[in-house]
């Protein structure tokens, strides 16, 4: 199911999902800023693909948020509601398909990410999780590039918080295994040695 709507909505309203429903809503706020809401089934790791398909129609991700519901299995549904921005050249927005992104599946990315800052803790969020917050400069494909570093450890978010401040991406993730796992002491480990290199590649 997919929703195109064009109308200026200052604040987008909720989406009411039926049980194994997935699907999106795009909503023109101004002319170089949008309101994407996708929900549902998207499986585990929908983020990564998702973010390197806007990347390449020239968009990126100002703010939002993402959720899985239930336990953390890569089954149980989604929300998502973000804010999305037009860079120039682009694609326009309510023209994109963004279940299609999704199935597009993850291209590999040779973009380095560079970090500011970081912290790495536990949580007892969603069953306990691994809490990550990161700081870096804003530019295109900050996001995908983090998640597909942490793919690579076999760690994917199951919450996340994006913001985009005159400073640069603050962005925060609560992470748990690609198999809805908490993550073990080796995993944490492992991802802050990676994180200590500050430049990812």
Known sequence: MWVRTTEHVPVLGGVAP??????FEVRRVSRDRHLLTLWGGLGGR??????????????????????RHGSGESWNPWHARLEIVREHPSTDPVLLDYLELLARGRAPSDTPIELTDYSLSESNVHGG???????????TGFLGGMLERLSFLSL??????????????????????????????RARKLLAEVLDGRLLR
């Open 46 to 67: 929908w983020a990564d693909p998702l973010c390197r398909g806007l990347a390449r129609a020239g968009l990126s991700i100002r703010s939002g948020y993402a959720v």
């Open 18 to 23: 039926r049980d194994g429903e997935r699907g």
């Open 156 to 185: 994917t978010p199951v919450e996340m918080r994006i913001e985009t401040r005159p400073d640069g991406v603050h962005d925060q993730l609560w992470l748990r295994t690609q198999d809805g796992e908490l993550p073990k002491p």
């Open 129 to 139: 999780s691994l809490f990550l917050e990161i700081r870096g400069p804003d530019r």
